[in-house]
């Protein structure tokens, strides 16, 4: 006999994830960013402040997104005017990014944003259990 809905893990994740996604989406709504559209410049950001100036497929892995939406994105973010894409010298079809002052400044407000609406969604559960957990199920099987 099937689980119910509300003892199945899997549809509980379903339905926690998806009120977690609304809560970020609306904390970056002011800032005038998409969820993955952070989590990219985010990651391109950290990368450079470590000194590195990655390509799009080493950002992709850092935030395990697809490499193709990653390109369109970071398209977008360069619109916008937070990151450049330069041509690697050591190969032509390869984009370096960097994040622009403008994205520099922008980077840590939306960190916080974002800081703030993980705090209040997981504030029922300690943290160090819930970042225990979700590390867990976020590891791929050995």
Do not use: Y
Not at 58 to 71: E, L
Not at 90 to 119: F, M, N, Q
């Amino acid at each position: 006999m099937p689980l119910s809905p509300g003892e199945s893990p899997g549809f509980l994740l379903w339905h926690a994830t998806l009120r977690w996604q609304r809560d970020i989406a609306a904390a970056l709504a002011p800032l005038d960013l998409t969820h993955v559209q952070f989590v990219l410049l985010a990651c391109t950001w950290w990368l450079n402040s470590q000194g590195e100036h990655p390509n799009q497929l080493a950002v992709a892995r850092q935030a395990g997104t697809d490499v193709k939406m990653t390109s369109q994105v970071l398209r977008t973010l360069e619109h916008k005017g937070l990151v450049e894409r330069e041509v690697d010298p050591a190969d032509t079809r390869a984009k370096r990014l960097r994040v622009t002052d403008t994205g520099a400044e922008l980077a840590p407000r939306a960190i916080a944003a974002v800081e703030r609406a993980d705090a209040q969604f997981f504030r029922p559960v300690p943290v160090g259990d819930a970042v225990a957990l979700l590390g867990r199920l976020a590891r791929p099987e050995s």
